[in-house]
T-cell receptor
Framework: GAGVSQSPSNKVTEKGKDVELRCDPISGHTALYWYRQSLGQGLEFLIYFQGNSAPDKSGLPSDRFSAERTGGSVSTLTIQRTQQEDSAVYLC????????????????FGPGTRLTVL | AQKVTQAQTEISVVEKEDVTLDCVYETRDTTYYLFWYKQPPSGELVFLIRRNSFDEQNEISGRYSWNFQKSTSSFNFTITASQVVDSAVYFCALSENNFNKFYFGSGTKLNVKP
């Protein structure tokens, strides 16, 4: 069956431009997570969706970052006015449930989008 | 302060050796969850285990075992008889009572040499 897919796989952009990163979770997975991994760094949690709702957006690094999810499925992470420090691999994951239920469920990760801001 | 500390940046072992990856966490919540993930050279993260704060039983899955000790706030991961395919970066993570955030350690890179 299809896993979590992300597009594009690679994105090179110029500083100051806006970018949109897309995540297609596994069908039926209600929980969706975004993470960021900078080169040689650990993982940074960004945001979690239960259905279309994000209970806590405080993990987003700045107000240039926003995320939405529609139809309980596809999610888009938007970065406005990109900066060089935004360069990273952006990972998406999904699981069958979120919150308390979801933590009993395995998260499945996508291959990531490698963003390079010149 | 770091909520999850993985003090070992990189570990190298020879195949068939046992290796333990350390994870120390910090939380004031009484209900929380701990996780381990594997990131092989291919880059795609793989979930290994989750453990809730009320279950201190150690868990074994094949060559993998996990030792959860609330008294020392540790959730260590042991690979027995390591294999080259175990070479990866391993991340420990914590999710607190609100379950809406994850805190990751900085990862431990494990190199298993033939």
């Amino acid at each position: 069956g299809a896993g979590v897919s992300q597009s594009p796989s690679n994105k090179v952009t110029e500083k100051g431009k806006d970018v949109e990163l897309r995540c297609d979770p596994i069908s039926g997975h209600t929980a969706l997570y975004w993470y960021r991994q900078s080169l040689g760094q650990g993982l940074e949690f960004l945001i979690y969706f239960q259905g279309n709702s994000a209970p806590d957006k405080s993990g987003l690094p700045s107000d240039r970052f926003s995320a939405e999810r529609t139809g309980g499925s596809v999610s888009t992470l938007t970065i406005q006015r990109t900066q060089q420090e935004d360069s990273a691999v952006y990972l998406c994951a999904s699981s069958l449930g979120g919150g308390l239920a979801g933590l009993y469920n395995e998260q499945f990760f996508g291959p990531g989008t490698r963003l390079t801001v010149l | 302060a770091q909520k999850v500390t993985q003090a070992q940046t990189e570990i190298s072992v020879v195949e068939k050796e046992d290796v333990t990856l350390d994870c120390v966490y910090e939380t004031r919540d009484t209900t929380y969850y701990l996780f381990w993930y594997k990131q092989p050279p291919s880059g795609e993260l793989v979930f290994l285990i989750r453990r809730n704060s009320f279950d201190e039983q150690n868990e074994i899955s094949g060559r993998y075992s996990w030792n959860f000790q609330k008294s020392t706030s540790s959730f260590n991961f042991t690979i027995t008889a390591s294999q080259v395919v175990d070479s990866a970066v391993y991340f420990c993570a914590l999710s607190e009572n609100n379950f809406n955030k994850f805190y990751f350690g900085s990862g431990t890179k494990l190199n298993v040499k033939p």
